[in-house]
């Protein structure tokens, strides 16, 4: 391949141009195939301009001369279109390059800005880029070092310091924030998430890209973040167990690409360096974008309209140096940044605080409480504290405070004080999107953001630093652009190639700015709120959190409803603000809130556990006070604070444990049967235990289901956006052959029981035909006897009748045999169904006897299981409610037509269920959505009208691989809340 | 104005009176075949209908505004299609009916009908009729109704069709007067309205004869005698089809210098009809359900047998494979069971374009599509490992899918396809 080295291509420079998401590099190598000049830029989104800049440097070497040049990467496309220069596509001048330099490469894992690729050299040439929904690698980095306020350098250097690896999800920077967040607001240390992100980061492109086919022994590491990061090299070689002569990082490994496309310059057409110059720079203008929208204002006039009818929304400011009375503090420990607000007798404010957390909002409330009793002398008086927000509970003990409340309350006292007759409040924050609507002066129905869409807030803050601009300035830019970009609606993620896009196409970093703020609102009202118009909001709608700050934002928002909302000046410490007039509420005669003198002592540690006591694996942080007060965070359950699990009955953990009971009978006659434990064996348990123990079988269940088993099996899930239940099922099966199992039964089954509640009784496509995809993707299941036939419980005297064939057909076993094993299967598939009811019954009168409130999750069978739903049933459990399962009600509801098509049989007891919900006052639902469930845009919606239309309240919880327990926690308090307000006939 | 007259279950029906005085809108999917489809429906009751080729941005934040965002793409283009029409003012809303095909299996697009009245309630216009165009008897309707005579005429009509855009896929990257395909296509297409008005062409004899004319004027268009390579698509039949939903993948891939190979919607047909066949036999059921399926599919293989026949006849062109060789594929992949959404078929799809020596495929999909993560993205390492030189891209398609994404992605397949060329 040293032909390539050779310049046969009659020109006297080759010259490659790499332009990807956030840099352009370029190599010139000289007649010798020897590197002339090379460059390695960040482009902040001016593509054309950059790439001009570059080679008009290079123009000491390059003037007069005759050069060849190709241009690759994925924003590259557009510039070699304009200015008429040839393209190759990267992953071939990759390859090229490796293929002349390293020939005994077997594979290439290159990370990029926002691309991972993996191109496999053993054997036939095989490439891999991650798919549309995979985030970037570097761009996610970046993200996160943004989150944890240090530089990317610093954060490589204190990856190298790890105690400890947290698992993250790397699959979006949305995903993953999710996850950090939670460990920084309990105080997790700052070295081990930085090793965690780079973990995760390697998790992702290993499990992701590979997909089963190995890596072989010699890998180059290619890219920017993998030529400049060190710790993350680390994570690298220690993850895939290499040594240093088989972990190759070769010099020049961050502009490959670029040398490669060099290398592939022979052939083509010499030109002028001039001529190409002058080409590229005329390109800077010829941007065409066609895809915009009408500006945010048309003037200044109009802009000063609109900040003069803000502001008019502002409580009374209160000097703190003359005041002299009671005070009331509030204080919103949010994802990610911190708001303190003290207030005095009649809501005047006398202090505000709004700051990023730096990751340890403790140590910011600590610092700022110092100061307030500083500025408080004698004169003032803390009557009563109040904490709400993600690092609640941690500030509440921290600083000894007299309550805590969750959000949404918070939010709705804060709204309540400036319009009294507020019916919508929508709240975005960094993190977090809240609306909620308000009937009859309580909480009436709540949309929080799914996992896939938060970080609104805080997602332009990083895009606007990854474009060299703070935030501020940033989203000023935008508003009086003639044409912001239209960067669709989708979630976060999909904004970054949006984006690309853009640059491509030539947009303007203001015109992006604008068009990242409408594509925030209409995030918030179609995707979050799925408002069909401004009417399904409300008349008085109160705008709140960090994000309406942005002048950008808000206008978009009242362009995008075409109607006028309130922002309160304090739209940014609302949620304090709301903390603090709860604190007032209170009325106490006493707060409890350390005095300035207990401050003095103040001690503040934390450690990273792992909670052993069950499959969940909570990792958790001790947090340790003076004075010996100790915290515990990130647990779901109180087991790890030393006291038993809540004593309040629990549907979905008497069926799982049901569930677990069925095992088989060692020394059968006709040897081991395997049945993976997930998705429809969560149903069918009961009937194939029975029916393979009666057939003379031990039947083994796969184990428990857990991270380690979603991670034996990760390599080899061909689909990343499947729900997680389904990527489970590849572990479950290798863990059967783990335990010497050779025969493994898992039946394709299209059909489910007909239970009579809808119009056909399917099951979902993932469920129906997974056993067909783990059997062309799990290769160990060659080794063994994968039974995977088409069966259809749902016709018995069909079924027998097949069955009797396939199991003589297979094992030989007697039709006579296998008709008694079947009906005794139905028998008791009956018979665990009828346990489940009385079971649900029996704690139905419970909760009436008791007076506790009921809370039905309504999902699908696999969601008791605790891998998947998270204990959520638990932590429902610990706030007071008895928790029953959809099925222990859905049958007690006859047939009902519904807008939706209802053909699936777990569908049918959503319905059920959520109707008969509605028919009983001391009910509540909350609907469990596996992300990525394609059937669940439909439910959803359904369920929501069907519980609105009886007047509930509805509550979704989207669960993946990756629990967000803040979030989940929000909506069970926030649910326990509103109910309670309602009983109480309002706040 | 129509009175609106419900059925019991409270939907609102098509009446009689509408048939007459309402126009009728459908989304474009399949623009050749769905032409004569329209003429055939046109003859039949006097309606007027109208295929919406709309393609603005419009259509899609239309959908987005009214379906569930996490819906599937075809979901949000097809209704917000519909939807902008309705609202867009060139239509009279009293007198606008809307169609929109309905599968009826175990596959959420089953549900868009469904969707699509929702969400003409949310804009406030459920007074439109919504017409279920389906081959289960689902949702009659007084002023529309499929007659068996009529699916046949339908299964003619599109016969013609697929005949005409895969042999016309065969000409077009090489025609040596830019266009002539497509106005042949036009040309037969009008042809043959024309004929059905007359009640011809509509039989196996005619269509035969009929047939033979077409491939002998396409082989009479003036080619080159280029090498071009061949990428087959395959997919979730919408965005599969409809360039609205895979952003002109066609012309993309015309543009990057290959032949796109489109497999026709003829095996559709028969795969959805084999279904319930299959069904009987692996769950049970009617046996003359079982008859009347074997009956029909029957009818179906024997037009595609005729079509085959003839293009083997004249010699110039590759003709389809058999709808047997697509089911002989498959085994050792999926089962027959598999049915929903394209099950197995997608699978059988692409087995038969390796095995007629298009090794370059895209795999299209809406993002989150079900079916698909076992029939497509489920499929591949399967088939990578035995056929190691095929060269399979799967593309995601949603309104948030970037074309800069989706267009590398199909380079670097292109560029493999060349590569392997070389070879």
């Known amino acids: 391949m040293t032909d390539a080295i050779n310049n046969t291509s009659k020109a006297d420079y080759r010259i490659g141009i790499d332009i990807g998401s956030t840099t352009v590099k370029v190599i010139i190598l000289d007649e010798k195939g020897e590197i002339l000049f090379r460059s390695y830029e960040r482009h902040f989104s001016k593509v054309r301009e950059k790439t001009a800049e570059v080679l008009e440097r290079a123009k000491p070497i390059l003037a007069g001369k005759t050069i060849v040049l190709l241009i690759t990467g994925s924003a590259g496309l557009g510039v070699s279109k304009s200015a008429d220069i040839p393209f190759i596509q990267e992953v071939f001048a990759t390859a090229k390059a490796v293929e002349t330099y390293i020939p005994e490469t077997d594979s290439v894992i290159e990370l990029g800005g926002e691309d991972a690729k993996i191109i496999f050299f053993n054997g036939s040439l095989e490439e891999r880029m991650n ?75 290993i499990a992701g890209l590979t997909q089963g086919r190995a890596l072989g022994k010699t890998i180059v590491f290619l890219g920017g973040p993998l030529y400049y990061y060190k710790g993350l090299r680390a994570r690298f070689k220690e993850t895939l167990n290499l040594d240093d002569d088989h972990a190759i990082f070769p010099e020049n490994g961050d502009c490959f690409a670029a040398l490669g496309a060099a290398l592939s310059t022979n052939g083509f057409e010499p030109q002028k360096y001039e001529d190409i110059c002058a080409r590229i720079k005329e390109s800077v203008s010829d941007a065409v974008i066609t895809n915009t929208m009408p500006p945010l204002f048309e003037s200044e006039a109009e802009y000063a309209e609109f900040l003069s009818r803000h502001n008019k929304n ?63 002398e004698d004169r003032i008086k803390i009557r009563g504290a109040a904490v709400t927000g993600y690092g609640e509970e941690l500030i509440k003990n921290a600083f000894n405070l007299d309550a805590g409340l969750v959000e949404t309350v918070a939010h709705f006292r804060a709204a309540r004080h400036f ?63 003639k044409h912001p970009v239209n960067l669709g609606s989708r979630c976060t993620v999909f904004m970054n190639s949006s984006v690309k896009q853009a640059q491509r196409d030539g947009a303007s970093v203001a015109d992006i700015s604008a068009g990242l703020s409408i594509s925030i609102v209409k995030n918030a009202v179609y995707k979050v709120i799925r408002a069909g118009s401004a009417d399904d909001l409300g008349q008085n709608i109160v705008v709140q959190g960090g994000t309406f700050k942005n002048d950008a934002v808000l206008r978009a928002f009242e362009q995008e409803l075409k109607r006028n909302v309130t922002r309160p000046t304090i739209a940014g410490i609302s949620g304090a603000y709301g903390a603090a007039l709860h604190a007032k509420d209170l009325q106490l005669a006493e707060s409890s809130i350390l005095t300035e003198a207990q401050l003095a002592d103040f001690i503040h540690k934390a450690k990273p556990i792992t909670c052993k006591l069950c499959t969940n694996h909570c990792s958790l942080t001790v947090n340790t006070f003076d004075n010996g007060r100790r915290f515990v965070s990130g647990n779901r359950c109180s087991r790890p604070l030393g006291k038993e699990k809540s004593a309040l009955p629990n549907l979905a953990r008497y069926k799982y444990d049901k569930l677990l009971s069925y095992h088989g009978v060692e020394g059968a006659p006709r040897g081991k049967i395997g049945l993976p434990f997930g998705l429809n064996t969560y149903e069918n348990l009961p009937f194939w235990h029975t029916f393979f123990t009666r057939l003379g079988f031990e039947v083994v269940l796969s184990p428990e289901s857990s991270r380690a088993i979603y991670r034996l099996g990760q390599h080899t899930i061909p689909s990343d956006t499947v729900c997680y239940p389904a990527k489970l099922m590849h572990g479950h099966v290798l863990e059967l052959m783990n335990a010497g199992v050779d025969t493994i039964f898992y039946p394709c089954m299209p059909y489910n029981f007909d239970e009579g509640l809808g119009d056909n009784n399917f099951n979902c496509p993932v469920v129906a035909y997974y056993p067909e995809l783990l059997a062309a993707n799990v290769k160990e299941l060659k080794k063994v006897r994968y039974l995977y036939p088409y069966f259809g419980l749902h016709r018995k005297d069909d079924f027998i009748k097949r069955a009797a064939k396939y199991f003589k057909d297979e ?56 891998e998947i739903g998270h204990g959520i049933d638990e932590l429902a459990v610990s706030y007071g409610f008895v928790l029953i399962t959809e099925d222990a009600v859905s049958y007690l509801m006859d047939k009902e037509p519904r807008k939706v098509l209802n053909q699936w049989t777990y569908h049918s007891r959503l319905y059920a269920a959520a109707r008969y919900v509605t028919t009983q006052a001391d009910m509540q639902l909350m609907q469990l959505v596996s992300f990525g469930c394609g059937t669940d845009a439909v439910t959803t919606d359904e369920v929501r009208e069907i519980l609105e239309a009886g007047d509930k309240i509805y509550t979704q919880i989207k669960i993946d691989e990756i629990s967000n327990l803040g979030a989940i926690t929000i909506r069970i308090r926030s649910l326990m809340a509103a109910v309670e307000a309602r009983e109480r006939g309002g706040f | 104005m129509a009175e609106l007259v419900y059925d019991e279950t409270g939907r609102l029906l098509f009446t009689e009176e509408m048939a007459k005085e309402y126009t009728l809108v459908v989304p474009q999917m399949l623009p050749v075949t769905f032409r004569m489809l329209v003429k055939l429906l046109e003859l039949e009751r006097g309606y007027h209908i109208e295929v919406l080729e709309t393609n603005t941005q419009k259509v899609v934040e239309t959908g987005l505004k009214y379906v569930h965002n996490d819906m599937c793409y075809p979901a949000i283009l097809s209704i917000g299609q519909l939807i902008e029409a309705a609202e867009s003012g060139r239509y009279d809303t009293h007198k606008l009916a809307l169609m929109i095909t309905q599968t009826g299996g175990g596959c959420r697009a089953s549900n868009y009908i469904h969707l699509l009245r929702k969400a003409l309630k949310k804009a406030g216009l459920e007074y439109i009729p919504v017409i279920s165009i389906n081959l289960s008897g689902m949702e009659k309707n007084p002023g529309f109704k499929l007659s068996l005579k009529l699916g046949v005429r339908c299964v003619f ?71 071009k390579p061949r990428v087959g698509i395959v997919g979730e039949i919408y965005v599969k089809y409809a360039p609205l939903g895979n952003n002109n993948l066609e012309e993309f891939l015309l543009k990057e210098g290959a032949e796109p190979v489109v497999p026709g919607v003829t095996d559709f047909i028969i795969f959805k009809v084999n279904n319930r066949y299959v069904d009987v036999g692996l769950y049970g059921g009617s046996i003359f359900k079982k008859i009347g399926m074997w009956i029909f599919q029957n009818f179906v293989i024997k037009c595609q047998n005729i079509m085959i026949e003839v293009i083997e006849e004249e010699g110039t062109f590759r003709p389809m494979s058999h709808f047997s060789e697509l089911q002989e594929l498959v085994k050792g992949y999926l089962g027959y069971g598999n049915k929903m959404g394209e099950g197995w078929l997608l699978t059988a799809e692409m087995l038969e374009l390796i095995h007629s020596g298009t090794n370059n495929i895209v795999c299209t999909q809406p993002f989150g599509c079900l079916p698909n993560h076992v029939a497509g993205k489920g499929m591949m390492r399967k088939l990578k490992d035995d056929y190691p030189d095929s060269n399979i891209v799967a593309v995601d398609y949603d309104p948030g899918a970037t074309k800069i994404n989706q267009e590398n992605r199909i380079k670097l397949m292109l560029a493999n396809a060349s590569r392997n060329e070389r070879k």
């Open chain 2, 157 to 227: 009509a599109m016969m013609y069709g697929d005949l005409l855009v895969h042999i016309g896929n065969q000409c077009r990257p090489y025609e040596v007067e830019k266009g002539a395909t497509d106005a042949l296509i036009e040309s037969w297409t009008d042809k043959l309205v024309d004929l059905f008005t007359e009640n011809k062409g509509l039989g196996f004899g005619a269509m035969r004869r009929y047939m033979r004319e077409i491939v002998a004027d396409f082989a009479k268009i003036e080619r080159t005698n280029e090498k």
């Open chain 1, 314 to 376: 502002a409580p009374p400011k209160t000097d703190i140096s003359k005041y002299a009375g009671d005070a009331y503090l509030g204080i919103d420990a949010g994802s990610t940044t911190t708001k303190l607000v003290v207030i005095d007798k009649d809501g005047g404010i006398l202090y505000t605080y709004y700051g990023s957390n730096r990751g340890n909002p403790v140590q910011i409330v600590f610092e700022e409480l110092k100061k307030i009793y500083a500025a408080a």
């Open chain 1, 811 to 866: 094992f030989g076993i007697p039709k006579r045999e296998t008709k008694k094993a079947a009906e005794a299967a139905y028998a008791e598939y009956e018979a665990y169904k009828d346990e489940i009811r009385k079971k649900g019954a029996e704690y139905i009168n419970y909760a009436r006897e008791n007076g506790k409130k009921i809370l039905v999750m309504a999902g699908r069978p696999y969601h008791i299981d605790p």
């Open chain 1, 419 to 481: 319009n009294p007759d507020v019916d919508f409040i929508i709240d975005i924050g960094g993190q977090d999107m809240k609306c909620f609507k308000i009937r009859n002066g309580a909480v009436d129905s709540i949309f929080l953001n799914e996992a896939c869409s938060s970080g609104c807030g805080s997602f332009i803050e990083t895009f606007a630093r990854a474009l060299g601009y703070e935030i501020e300035e940033f989203s000023k830019l935008g508003l009086f652009v």
């Open chain 1, 131 to 205: 798919g549309s929904c995979a985030g970037g690698t570097g761009a996610f980095i970046d993200q996160m070092a943004t989150l944890l306020n240090v530089s990317v350098q610093e954060l490589d250097r204190m990856s190298a310091d790890f105690e400890k690896i947290y698992p993250i999800a790397s699959r979006c920077g949305v995903f993953a924030k999710t996850d950090i967040q939670p460990i920084l607001n309990q105080g997790g240390r700052k070295e081990d998430i930085a090793a965690s992100i780079y973990q995760a980061v390697v998790d992702q492109t």
